[in-house]
C-alpha cells in the first residue's frame, strides 16, 4: 500500500503533455505491467477506495491509453464525486481524447464535443476545489494545449491559475519542489502558446521559468521537455537581435 501512494504522489506531478509524443501509446514496460497488477490487487481488496481507481487512471493517462484512463476515472468519481482532483484528471483526459483527431477528423464535431467537455470537467473541478494547485496546473495545460480560437477566449483563467500558483509556492513553505518545478514548466508553456498564438510573449520570463523548471524537475521527460522550451526561446530572442 506505501508502494502505491509514493507512486499516486508522483503521477500528481506528471504533465500529462510531458511525453514526447502526446497521442503515441506507449508500451508498457514489465515495470509498467507489475505496476497496474499491484494496482487492481489493492482494487479487489478495497473496491470501494476511490483513490485507487484514480491512481490507475492517472497511469493509464500518462501511457495514453486514453479510454481506459476515462473508464478507471470515471469508476473513481462515481464511488467519490467529491474527489474534484479525479474530475480534473478525468476532463484532461477528454480533452486529449478530442485532440487526438487529425487531419479533416480534427474539425469534426466529436472533436470538439469531447475538448470542451473536458474543460467543463476540469473547471467544475476548480470551482469546487479553488486552492488545489494539481487542478490548476491541469487547467492551464489543456487551454495551452488547444491553441485556437478556444485558448483565446480561455487565457486569463491561465493567467488566473499562474498567479494563484505563484502566490502559494512562495507564501506556503510545504509547498512540494517537484510541484513547483511543475508550476515553472507551467508559465513556460504559457509563454511558449503565446508565442505560437501569434500573441505578445515575453521571451526572457519563458527563458528564466524554463530554466527553472529544468533545474528542479526529477523527470528526464520534463526535463527534455524544459530543455526544448528554453532552446525555443533563445532561438526567437537571437531572431528579435
Known sequence: MKALKTIFAYLLI??????????ERQKLSK????TIENIQTEIKENPNDDTNFQILGVF????????????????????NPENHEARAWLGSAF?????EADGFLSLGKKKI?????????????KINAPNN???????????????????????????????FLKKISIEDETFPLELKGQ????????????????????????????KMAFAILPSKIDKEKALKLNQSFINLKEKKQ
Open 31 to 34: 515495470n509498467d505491467l507489475e
Open 183 to 210: 508550476f515553472y514548466l507551467a508559465y513556460a508553456i504559457y509563454y511558449n502558446t503565446l508565442s505560437e498564438m501569434g500573441l505578445k510573449a515575453d521571451i526572457d520570463q519563458g527563458i528564466y521559468y524554463s
Open 113 to 125: 464535443y469531447y475538448v470542451k467537455k473536458g474543460y467543463d470537467y476540469i473547471n467544475k473541478a
Open 60 to 79: 493509464y493517462l500518462k501511457k495514453n491509453y486514453i479510454n481506459k484512463a476515462i473508464l478507471n476515472l470515471e469508476k473513481c468519481i462515481k464511488i
Open 95 to 99: 480533452a486529449k481524447k478530442g485532440r
Open 133 to 163: 494547485p494539481v487542478i490548476r496546473i491541469i487547467r492551464i495545460q489543456v487551454i495551452c494545449a488547444i491553441k485556437n480560437r478556444f485558448s483565446f477566449g480561455k487565457i486569463k483563467e491561465v493567467i488566473d491559475d499562474l498567479k
Open 14 to 23: 506528471i504533465s500529462f503533455l510531458s511525453c514526447g509524443k502526446p497521442f
